[in-house]
């Protein structure tokens, strides 16, 4: 209970939790919106659980948004999340331009902000989401813009603006946008930015040219990042390997095998080739420990396998456990990216593709057990894991360029509405 009835004034332990245990879960879910294993009704269990306590601070008042105030002392991305969420709901605007300024001096907190606005419900950002467009802050203009894109509303001409804008963040976040919200009248505009001078901004309008259906210019801009070093490579990778045909992925998949720089990138890109003919490389490679997961997941991208359902993973052998651990002397703190993901059984796999290859036509694509289609994306994007989701989302806008991008990142409820709005007439 937030608030002791008696007295009628807040209890300040649970309170405190409330903020606490906000914290945690808002960077439980942004590990979550992209983990392996994750389908949208765990994320909507984990939603529920952190909507409750943004409640519990909501009933708290006065004393909730002063603990929120107080635990930004030591700002990280949960923090500025619960106490941006709950500036926006109770429309407190000292303390949302007290996170807002947070934000712009301090980009790693930055997803915090972002996530809130795109937390809450449409009505909390009511005349909020208008004087951030309007700002001449550029930071303010590029929130307002991604709280656009977070509830699948077109920003209008503010979007239009920011593709030129001087500031990089702002033309970056505007570049997006351009693409997930379906703008086609801006393609010409991504395009003309495929040559900018930030790399952010040179992805975002590679990524965004491609999904409003340009396949020259922009396809062989993405050909070349996907050859390029930096941060943006294995999303280039991914995006060029959806686009092309499993025949045109030969050559980039070959380069990554013969290279040997980096085998997880190989083993994504087999996946997201959807070429069966790479099962039997996929199933070698779950025999190598720092590859069998992803191995695993790629193989489940390809023929749509439950591993774990259909019992065709094993127990880690000992000393396998990846990850944090509980040793205070283990400097190792990063989280396990195959962390969820089952270890797959090589053995038992290769006897079911043994018996089932007859099934997959080689050198055809194939995502999640089918042949690419509307239905078959629509399917997954409802019922898959997060990645799979993601995948799905990105493939619509493929096949029918213009079509806004599905955010699998929405709260859950949210998203479930969005679907049941969207599911085709059956009676």
Request: proline content about 6%.
């Amino acid at each position: 209970m937030t608030v002791d009835l008696a007295l009628n004034r807040p209890v300040a332990k649970v309170v405190a939790q409330h903020v606490e245990e906000g914290a945690v879960l808002c960077n439980v879910r942004m590990r979550m919106v992209d983990a392996p294993h994750v389908r949208l009704h765990h994320l909507r269990r984990l939603d529920d659980r952190l909507a409750a306590h943004l409640d519990g601070l909501a009933v708290a008042g006065e004393y909730g948004a002063h603990l929120c105030a107080t635990a930004l002392a030591r700002p990280g991305v949960g923090e500025v999340f619960v106490a941006t969420a709950l500036a926006l709901d109770s429309r407190d605007e000292p303390c949302l331009d007290k996170v807002l300024a947070l934000a712009q001096a301090l980009p790693e907190c930055r997803p915090g902000v972002l996530s809130a606005f795109g937390w809450v419900a449409a009505a909390s950002l009511r005349d909020i989401t208008r004087e951030l467009l309007d700002s001449n802050n550029a930071f303010r203009r590029m929130v307002g813009i991604a709280a656009c894109d977070a509830h699948r509303v077109d920003p209008g001409a503010v979007l239009t603006d920011a593709l030129g804008d001087p500031d990089p963040t702002l033309r970056a976040q505007g570049l997006r946008t351009a693409g997930e919200c379906g703008r086609r009248d801006l393609l010409d505009a991504c395009l003309r930015a495929l040559g900018d001078a930030n790399a952010d901004c040179r992805f975002q309008a590679v990524r965004s040219a491609v999904l409003l259906g340009d396949r020259h210019a922009a396809a062989h801009a993405l050909h070349r990042m996907a050859h390029e070093a930096g941060t943006h490579r294995m999303p280039a990778i991914d995006l060029f390997l959806k686009l092309t045909t499993p025949e045109q992925a030969v050559p980039l998949l070959k380069a990554l095998f013969e290279a040997q720089t980096d085998a997880r990138m190989l083993i994504r890109g087999l996946g997201a080739s959807g070429d069966p003919r790479f099962v039997p490389l996929l199933i070698d490679r779950m025999e190598d420990p720092a590859l069998s997961r992803l191995a695993g997941e790629s193989f489940s991208l390809i023929t749509g396998l439950d591993l774990e359902m259909l019992d065709l993973y094993r127990k880690p052998a000992e000393g396998l456990e990846t990850g944090p651990t509980d040793d205070p002397a283990d400097a190792d703190v990063a989280m396990d990216e195959d962390d969820g993901l089952p270890w797959p059984d090589a053995q038992r796999i290769g006897a079911w593709w043994s018996a089932n290859a007859h099934s997959f036509e080689p050198g055809a694509r194939c995502f999640m057990g089918a042949p690419l289609s509307w239905a078959r994306c629509l399917q997954v994007r409802k019922d898959g894991c997060q990645r799979q989701r993601r995948a799905a989302s990105e493939y619509v806008c493929l096949l029918q360029p213009g079509t806004p991008l599905f955010p699998i990142d929405a709260p859950a409820w949210r998203q479930q509405r969005w679907l049941e709005a969207s599911a085709p007439d059956v009676a």
